[in-house]
């Protein structure tokens, strides 16, 4: 496996284009990666359960108020 520096210097090394290529690639790549996590997340039983519980019981307790615009 390459490691970051080898892999920065490989791209200075290719042709402009060929550098915008790996970067919308690497974009996509990522963005797949957090839909991914997020969709994991939002599943019953994963991290986001935490955070609702917390906002509801926040809630009940009247701790939130109204967002005025």
């Given at each position: 496996?390459?490691?970051?520096?080898?892999?920065?210097?490989?791209?200075?090394?290719?042709?402009?284009q060929q550098a915008w290529d790996v970067a919308n690639w690497l974009h996509d790549y990522l963005d797949d990666e957090w839909d991914h996590e997020m969709k994991k997340d939002a599943k019953p039983g994963g991290k986001l359960d935490r955070m609702?519980?917390?906002?509801?019981?926040?809630?009940?307790?009247?701790?939130?108020?109204?967002i005025r615009c």
């Open positions: 496996m390459s490691t970051v520096q080898e892999i920065e210097k490989a791209i200075k090394q290719l042709p402009r609702v519980s917390r906002v509801k019981a926040d809630v009940k307790a009247g701790k939130v108020s109204e």
